[in-house]
């Protein structure tokens, strides 16, 4: 199963019927009950990987459509409090009457009935409608309702019984087998910067380099055709520190209290296992700089120790290969036009290249840290570990700090049994997912009021002692609730990442001439982008992360106020 960015929804689920049926057609006429339980394992794996492909079947067709949709949902101003708009209360409302009557009923009784006009309904599924058809007959507004209605449909269902934070801190308490989705956003206090957050994220800075899509620096086949693209950068997210942050530590308590049942994690920095993670707890679904492999031979390595060549901007070459190449003496031959191309757009990076000579000396592989690139199959043991163990076991998820981007991990929410609750915990809201309780804020805020309700002593060099904690709830939203601090952790003596990639967008955009020339260039000489599209159910954002309280004995100085 590949690694793919977000792509579109309207997942169709027509196969798995067929997938199921498959499954034990194949089982001989007197089967073994161990023979029952792999084909239902199988049925499980056929399932997860069929919803990937419908996503990105479903991507090739509604791509236009989906494009604008995205563009145009807007909760956040869309309920405005004119006659032409729904309130909070009332889209609620209608959103759980769409999944109680089915489609057809519901637009008999609304937009039929002319209770609604098919403008209002709109602004029920957070959709903006678009100012090319202001003072158009409603007409013109069916066929984005229509939209509207089938991917309101395909999201989860949200449980209703759950929405306060006392409910959260009650899930926490009496559940046994969590599983917990986190992303960059769990890191983002320690300087490591996440991906997709505007203007702040690893993407957003990375324009500079003119490329059609920030994700082609994880693309494996970009990286195979030039690897300097991707060690221009990667000196900015090795891993340099052993801290970690309040939220890790508050997973390792999890799984201490005996509630952890795997932590899949999309980062690559390593850190769960610095918080004291253990290994067979956590699937690490993107990889890590744990290790290095040879591209070539396939020859793997602690990751450490290519961090020094990466850190100087240098193109790290395997060992082994160029053992190889020096005990068989390396022939030359010639240079074909292709690769003098290739050898140019290398050379500065790797220096021990002879641009002059007119022969090639056959060249050591290039190693590559064992992070999952756009394109890449994913560990078996992310979709074996989630059919055959998890999916039976999970009494409640919590996602932290995660934009649900990418598939297929961006899969794991929707592909869960529906009774099972959904916690969310991250800056914003996301409007793709229907999670029944939503913590909004700095993660490392988050967790330690959750710690604090809890009466888990959650002690942190990153949790100020004095802290005090706000939790408001967003009117017309009983399950939103904000989370806010009075002391945010300031990072004095972090690992300086998100510092280096500013200052490096800074000096891009220093000559203004040369930067314009670059957007002039990127615009119109774009790559198509990476063949890896097609993605899933799932997005939200990337939460940064800060800290919260605990006294120097264990216990929290001062409680939440709740409003």
Aim: hydrophobic share 35%; net charge neutral.
């Amino acid at each position: 199963m590949k690694r793919a960015p977000a792509g579109k929804k309207g997942v169709a689920l027509s196969k798995r019927s067929q997938a199921a049926a498959d499954a034990f057609d194949r089982l001989p006429d007197n089967p073994t009950i161990e023979e029952i339980k792999e084909a239902t394992v199988n049925v499980s794996l056929a399932e997860l990987e069929e919803r990937v492909a419908d996503v990105r079947d479903s991507w090739e067709t509604d791509s236009l459509l989906e494009d604008a949709i995205e563009e145009l949902t807007d909760e956040s101003g869309v309920y405005s409090g004119r006659p032409d708009t729904c309130t909070p209360e009332e889209a609620c409302r209608l959103r759980r009457e769409l999944r109680e009557l089915g489609p057809a009923v519901f637009c008999q009784r609304t937009v039929d009935a002319g209770r609604y006009s098919a403008k209002k309904l709109l602004s029920a599924f957070g959709i903006r409608p678009p100012a090319f058809l202001e003072g158009q007959p409603d007409e013109a507004y069916f066929s984005l309702l229509s939209l509207a209605i089938t991917r309101e449909l395909s999201k989860r269902a949200k449980l209703m019984r759950y929405n306060t934070v006392d409910d959260a801190v009650r899930l926490i308490d009496k559940s046994q087998n969590i599983i917990v989705i986190t992303g960059a956003g769990i890191s983002t206090s320690l300087g490591i910067p996440d991906f997709r957050s505007q203007g702040t994220g690893l993407y957003s800075k990375l324009a500079h380099l003119g490329l059609s899509d920030p994700q082609e620096v994880f693309d494996i086949e970009v990286f195979k055709q030039d690897p300097t693209i991707f060690y221009s950068v990667a000196k900015d997210i090795i891993p340099s520190t052993d801290r970690f942050t309040p939220t890790h530590k508050f997973i390792a308590m999890l799984h201490e209290r005996g509630k952890l049942l795997t932590n899949y994690s999309q980062n690559i920095d390593n850190l769960e296992i610095k918080a004291g993670l253990p290994k067979e707890k956590l699937i690490q679904c993107h990889g890590s700089f744990g290790t290095a492999s040879c591209v070539q031979c396939r020859y793997q390595i602690e990751g450490e120790k290519i961090f020094s060549d990466i850190r100087a901007g240098k193109i790290p070459r395997c060992t082994r290969c160029l053992s190889s190449l020096k005990a068989a003496g390396a022939p030359k031959r010639k240079r074909s036009a292709g690769a003098e191309k290739k050898r140019k757009r290398w050379a500065e990076q790797d220096s021990s290249d002879d641009n002059n000579s007119e022969y090639d000396v056959p060249s050591a592989g290039v190693m590559k840290p064992d992070i999952t690139f756009f394109g890449e199959e994913l560990p078996d043991e992310f979709s074996r570990r989630l059919t055959e163990n998890d999916r039976d076991k999970v009494d409640l998820v919590i996602v932290i700090g995660t934009s649900l981007k990418v598939t297929p991990v961006s899969e794991i929410a929707s592909f869960l049994p529906p009774h099972i609750p959904q916690i969310y915990i991250s800056r914003q809201s996301v409007t793709h997912i229907n999670f029944d309780i939503d913590l909004l804020g700095d993660c490392d805020v988050v967790v330690a009021e959750l710690c604090r309700q809890l009466k888990w002593p959650l002690v942190h060099e990153m949790v100020p002692p004095d802290q005090e904690i706000t939790v408001k709830t967003e009117p017309g939203y009983p399950n939103r609730h904000v989370f806010t601090t009075n002391k945010p952790y300031v990072l004095e003596n972090g690992d300086g990442a998100s510092k280096e990639i500013e200052a490096a967008a800074a000096a891009a955009q220093q000559d203004g001439k040369e930067a314009k020339a670059t957007k002039s260039s990127s615009s119109t000489n774009r790559r198509s982008p990476p063949t890896r599209r097609g993605s899933p159910n799932g997005k939200a954002n990337d939460a940064d992360a800060k800290p919260v309280q605990n006294g120097k004995d264990g216990k929290q100085a001062k409680g939440a106020k709740a409003t």
